[in-house]
């Protein structure tokens, strides 16, 4: 079974940058697709990145692309998420989620989920 503990979380002031990290247990890492999904306040959960087994393909929302970057590096059993000009609308709790039929947009299909860690942007 697969361990997931999130952190990097902080809060910073619009337009700074902080990095997410997931470390998961266990070595069987690169057989699952890695995703970001954050929730705020009085809002749905919603999809933020995603990567394939292998990192060599990503995906973002609409809302985050060419600000976050999704990498993942197997042997570390980490996968990452850098976020830059960061908007007060980011504010929210991030979970990394693991899934092992693949990527997905929707939250339903990972198996796992870390404990989450919360980002804060102040204007």
């Known amino acids: 079974q697969v361990q997931l503990v999130d952190s990097g979380g902080g809060s910073v002031q619009a337009g700074g940058s902080l990095r997410l990290s997931c470390a998961a247990s266990g070595r069987t890492f690169s057989i699952y697709a890695m995703g970001w999904f954050r929730q705020a306040p009085g809002k749905e959960r919603e999809f933020v990145a995603a990567?394939?087994?292998?990192?060599?393909?990503?995906y973002y929302a609409d809302s985050v692309k060419g600000r976050f970057t999704i990498s993942r590096d197997n042997t570390k059993n980490t996968v990452y998420l850098q976020m830059n000009s960061l908007k007060p609308e980011d504010t929210a709790v991030y979970h990394c989620a693991a899934a092992r039929g693949g990527y997905s947009r929707n939250g339903y299909e990972y198996n796992y989920w870390g404990q989450g860690t919360q980002v804060t942007v102040s204007s």
């Open positions: 990567t394939s087994s292998s990192g060599g393909s990503t």
